[in-house]
């Protein structure tokens, strides 16, 4: 069984960086591809980027070029670096796995990007 633990999360500036990790537990991780997901005040939860077993990328079109999603399979963690930050990346994070499946939401971690 798997547990995701995100961290990182900070109140920062218009224009400034971040880097979110989260911390699997169980070795089915590296398996499975994986997802950092969001959910803003008043919205629904978004997928926000994933990564394959092989390390493929995907973004939603509002964080490319800005959020870089990677893994270290030797450290079960994954990361997302976030750079360029607007006040609408405002969310609280999480990964899972991809697709999410509900037994592993966590607690998140909340991004706070002030104009």
């Known amino acids: 069984q798997v547990q995701l633990v995100e961290s990182g999360g900070d109140l920062v500036q218009a224009g400034g960086s971040l880097r979110l990790s989260c911390a699997a537990s169980?070795?089915?991780?590296?398996?499975?591809?994986m997802g950092w997901y969001r959910q803003a005040p008043g919205k629904q939860r978004e997928w926000v980027a994933s990564?394959?077993?092989?390390?493929?990328?995907n973004y939603v079109d509002s964080v490319r070029e800005r959020f870089t999603i990677s893994r270290d399979n030797a450290k079960n963690t994954v990361y997302l670096q976030m750079n360029s930050l607007k006040p609408e990346d405002t969310a609280v994070y999480y990964c899972?796995?991809?697709?999410?499946?509900?037994?592993?939401w966590g607690q998140g971690t909340q991004v706070t990007v002030s104009s």
């Open positions: 990564i394959s077993v092989g390390a493929l990328t």
């Open positions: 899972n796995l991809v697709p999410a499946m509900r037994i592993y």
């Open positions: 169980g070795s089915a991780f590296r398996f499975n591809p």
